[in-house]
């Protein structure tokens, strides 16, 4: 006997329904690779350019020279291993190379008794980055959902910045108790980086086949016109945007500067990468929700206001609110141009896209840092920030004017 009240033609219950996919584990564990590699490189990096200008008597000059070799030889290496990981369809390998060549190069910071072998350390460490950058990125790609593509970029540079906010915490505590020992502190940075590759080999599991067509040699005229057009002026768009975001060396050198002991300078850094943290992973849930062009419009403005700060401010509060700024700028624009290289490029490319965006912006981050280091020894401290600042109101200007009539367009083409 059948229920009278029953109704076939009523609705399917709401758990009935497709639910939107979730973040693939492997993504987490990239997340906590990235900041256990991270707490090491930020114990150091926070703490180097004092080092080198106190302890070995280095300039300002060498050190924005050197800032800006270290970053730009990561981002001009992640083009070739991108297009290795494109041609031989595995990314899995190149990162642990990459995290493993990174750890191994710490000790030496810990040993280094001159400028050159610190100068070896770094370019070395950042040789490390670029090989594992561009086939972590698009690894991220390949086991992501489109659907929450930009929650996981957002997401792993969440977790990588909780990293670059707790190695300078560590860094200032262990220089208050070890009477600011700087190569003390460096050798307890080599522990995270070796744990760090030790999780990516046992946690991560790579698709068996993250891409299906037949390899090719990547970077070849004919996969190059694959990219679109929307693809080049992310690329375009990211590096004069980079011009206006040198090394956070010289943050750390206007915290000495404006007041702070040297043991609590790292503090500025844990101040900038707490911000950057807490606000990637949101902003990558609002980036899969929202106009990519107005998020980064957005985040140029916010560093123009930090740059301001930073080069008007001398005393802590005001660089402090300038650093913070930084921070949320940074959380606004840099999983968001990972999500609008991985949306324009093709599955098959995506390696060398990532390294192509990365190569043009290395080339940009060299100038800037050798350009800040210079201005700031020529004309002091505040004339790097305002150019700083220049930099991003005219990548503001161009994005401006470039989509001003295509917004829509170049959003359709990014979602």
Same mark, same amino acid.
């Given at each position: 006997m059948t229920n009278p009240t029953s109704n076939n033609n009523l609705p399917s219950p709401p758990d009935s329904a497709p639910n939107k996919p979730t973040i693939? $584990?492997?993504?987490? !564990?990239?997340?906590?690779? =990235?900041?256990?590699?991270? +707490? =090491?490189?930020?114990?150091?990096? =926070?703490? #180097?350019? *004092?080092? #080198?200008?106190g302890s070995l008597g280095a300039s300002t000059a060498l050190v924005g020279l050197l800032e800006g070799l270290a970053e730009a030889t990561a981002l001009i290496v992640k083009v070739f291993s991108g297009a290795f990981s494109d &041609?031989?369809?595995?990314?899995?390998? *190149?990162?642990?190379?990459? &995290?493993?060549?990174? @750890? !191994? $190069?710490?000790p030496l910071f810990a040993l280094a008794s001159t400028s050159g072998v610190v100068i070896t350390a770094r370019l070395l460490d950042r040789v490390g980055k670029g090989v594992r950058g561009a086939p972590r990125d698009a690894l991220v790609a390949d086991i992501t959902p489109k659907e929450v593509r930009g929650a996981a970029y957002g997401l792993r540079q969440s977790l990588d910045t909780v990293g670059a906010f707790v190695g300078p915490l560590l860094a200032t505590g262990l220089m208050l108790l070890w009477a600011n020992d700087y190569r003390a502190v460096f050798w307890v940075a080599v522990v995270p980086a070796f744990l760090a590759v030790a999780l990516l080999m046992i946690g991560v599991k790579e698709p068996k086949k993250p891409i299906s067509e037949k390899r090719q040699q990547p970077i070849r005229k004919e996969n190059l016109k694959k990219l679109s057009s929307a693809y080049w002026w992310v690329v375009a768009i990211g @590096? +004069? %945007? $980079?011009? @206006?975001?040198?090394s956070e060396a010289f943050l750390v050198l206007r915290a000495e500067q404006v007041g702070f002991a040297v043991a609590y300078v790292p503090l500025v850094m844990v101040a900038m990468n707490l911000v950057y943290s807490l606000s990637a992973y949101p902003i990558g849930i609002l980036a899969d929700r929202m106009s990519h062009y107005r998020l980064l419009a957005l985040g140029m403005i916010v560093l123009i206001v930090s740059d301001m700060l930073l080069a008007s401010q001398m005393n802590k509060i005001g660089l402090l609110m300038g650093v913070a700024l930084w921070g949320i700028h940074m959380g606004m624009t840099q999983g968001l141009l990972a999500t609008m290289v991985a949306d324009t490029a093709p599955s098959d490319l995506r390696g060398t896209a990532f390294g192509m965006f990365n190569l043009v912006s290395g080339i940009a981050m060299l100038i800037a840092s050798v350009l800040a280091g210079w201005l700031w020894e020529l004309h002091g401290s505040s004339m790097t920030f305002y150019v700083g600042a220049g930099f991003s109101l005219l990548a503001l200007l161009l994005l401006f004017v470039k989509y001003k009539k295509s917004a *829509?367009? %170049?959003d359709a083409q990014l979602k």
């Open positions: 693939p $584990t492997g993504i987490w !564990v990239l997340g906590f690779v =990235s900041m256990l590699m991270d +707490i =090491s490189s930020e114990m150091i990096h =926070s703490l #180097l350019p *004092l080092f #080198l200008v &041609y031989i369809g595995k990314r899995k390998g *190149l990162a642990v190379f990459g &995290y493993g060549l990174g @750890a !191994v $190069t710490k @590096a +004069i %945007f $980079t011009l @206006a975001r040198f *829509l367009n %170049f």
